[in-house]
């Protein structure tokens, strides 16, 4: 049985709804567009943005045999992109089972950063436009992350 661990002061997890509009580009081409993203921020990793599956054009998605394993996280699935004869290979995942302590990124996709540019685009919404109740922090205290 593969070991889990629970998020904490040793190692942080935290994921809270992006104020802004994120956009995700691969080779020029927009491939996933959504006001909906999660920012997760791990331990000393750099944040990672995960858009809602129906936000990204799946069309460009291959799913992959590949599969690694996160104690705090779980199974990652993979999927590898393909537009216009470009090709990146397992550029994306997603935990489509993740642990309840990460349950709000089920599903979600994630991008590789050094194969697809990932940024924020735009003023942050209105407050009253951001979810604002807090997703996971690690100590339970209930603070808005960015």
Known sequence: MPEIRIPGPDHPITIAAHPRRVRALFEGH??????????????????????????????????????????????AHYF??????????????????PYPAVAAIEGALSFYPDQVDVYGVGPAAPADGVRESILHTDDGAGQLGE
Do not use: H, Q
């Open 30 to 75: 927009l491939i996933a567009e959504t006001d909906k993203a999660l920012r997760l921020e791990e331990a000393g990793y750099p944040a990672r943005f995960y858009f809602p599956r129906e936000d990204v054009s799946m069309e460009y998605l291959a799913r992959t045999d590949k599969t690694t394993y996160c104690p705090y996280k779980g199974e």
């Open 80 to 97: 590898t992109i393909d537009r216009d004869g470009r090709i990146a290979e397992n550029a994306v995942w997603t935990y489509e089972a």
